[in-house]
């Protein structure tokens, strides 16, 4: 079984710069998270999607972070403008009944 | 609020000896508390978990416990080996959303 597929793995951007990333999650896994861990510090929720619709985004910072699953599968999210606060590794998950499966993570560097 | 704090930040032990991370969370409606190991630049992998029906579940070497009055749940290594040096993350799913939240993680690392 496939699992979930992100990309890019890696990032390196300016303060001010805008950037995206996208996430697929396992087939058939209607729940899709995107989550932000800072080094040393264990993830924090973002925003969580139940098949195109939004369960949950109230730690999404909304004036500069958005995201989206149009058609209730791929999701991506986007910064705009980035803050050198925002480095961090940005982790997408799927679920199945209770496990989340998390894919390799986009490793975002904003200097 | 929606809150799991996890102790200690760091741990040291001997190669064969045994190892416990604890954690406390907040919302007594959480049903559903999974442990995440976390190697240095990879992802999260789901290694146990506990539902609130129950109050310990074991799997070789690791076990988890649960005490829903006290709103604690710990895991448990017993005959450490290398290669459970890792970072282990607890988590609790909060009832609101049936989102999951995550503690800071324990540092843990296995001494030869």
């Known amino acids: 079984e496939a699992g979930v597929a992100q990309s890019p793995r890696y990032k390196i951007i300016e303060k001010r710069q805008s950037v995206a990333f996208w996430c697929n999650p396992i087939?058939?896994?209607?729940?899709l998270y995107w989550y932000q861990q800072i080094l040393g510090q264990g993830p924090k929720l973002l925003i969580q999607?139940?098949?195109?619709?939004?369960?949950?985004d109230s730690q999404l910072p909304k004036d500069r972070f958005s995201a989206e699953r149009l058609k209730g599968v791929d999701s991506t999210l986007k910064i705009q403008p980035a803050k050198l606060e925002d480095s961090a590794v940005y982790l997408c998950?799927?679920?199945?009944?209770?496990?989340?499966?998390f894919g390799p993570g986009t490793r975002l560097t904003v200097l | 609020g929606e809150n799991v704090e996890q102790h200690p930040s760091t741990l040291s032990v001997q190669e064969g000896d045994s190892a416990v991370i604890k954690c406390t969370y907040s919302?007594?409606?959480?049903?559903?508390f999974p442990w995440y190991k976390q190697e240095l630049g990879k992802r999260p992998q789901l290694i146990i978990d506990?539902?609130?029906?129950?109050g310990e579940k074991k799997d070789q070497r690791i076990a988890v416990t649960l005490n829903k009055t006290a709103k604690h749940f710990s895991l448990h290594i017993t005959e450490t080996q290398p290669e459970d040096s890792a970072v282990y993350f607890c988590?609790?799913?909060?009832?609101?959303?049936?989102?999951?939240?995550f503690g800071s993680g324990t540092r843990l690392s296995i001494r030869p």
């Open positions: 998950a799927s679920k199945e009944a209770d496990t989340q499966y």
């Open positions: 919302d007594s409606a959480s049903n559903y």
């Open positions: 988590a609790a799913r909060y009832s609101s959303a049936s989102k999951i939240i």
């Open positions: 087939s058939g896994h209607a729940t």
């Open positions: 506990i539902r609130s029906n129950v």
């Open positions: 999607f139940q098949n195109n619709g939004v369960v949950d």
